[in-house]
């Protein structure tokens, strides 16, 4: 059984900063390009940053850029986002994807995690 667990949300100031953790089971991470949606209430969901399977590249959201940093640790199955100098429109729920780097029907998304950004 395949599972995608996001944790690290919260609520932070603007200007703090959050780090998001997705721990994959059920798969060989180094088999799946990871990424980070987010979803803010009446808005569709966003792709916020994505790293391969390697982690030899890396793409952003402009909205981010320069501000998050997407990484991960294969051998702990584990997928991270650093969110620093967060602002109030960074407020949505945040999830994680994997994709098969060679079947891309082959598809998870985790439950998301709530990152809230207030005063």
């Known amino acids: 059984q395949v599972q995608l667990v996001e944790s690290g949300g919260g609520l932070a100031q603007p200007g703090g900063s959050l780090r998001l953790s997705c721990a994959a089971s059920?798969?060989?991470?180094?088999?799946?390009?990871m990424s980070w949606y987010r979803q803010a209430p009446g808005k569709e969901r966003e792709l916020v940053a994505a790293?391969?399977?390697?982690?030899?590249?890396?793409n952003y959201a402009d909205s981010v850029k320069g501000r998050f940093t997407i990484s991960r640790d294969n051998a702990k199955k584990t997928v991270y986002l650093q969110m620093n100098s967060l602002k109030p429109e960074d407020t949505a729920v945040y999830y994680c994807?994997?994709?098969?780097?060679?079947?891309?029907?082959?598809?998870?998304w985790g439950q998301g995690t709530q990152v809230t950004v207030s005063s």
């Open positions: 790293i391969a399977s390697a982690g030899d590249s890396t």
């Open positions: 994807k994997a994709v098969h780097k060679r079947i891309a029907t082959i598809n998870y």
């Open positions: 059920g798969i060989i991470t180094s088999f799946y390009d």
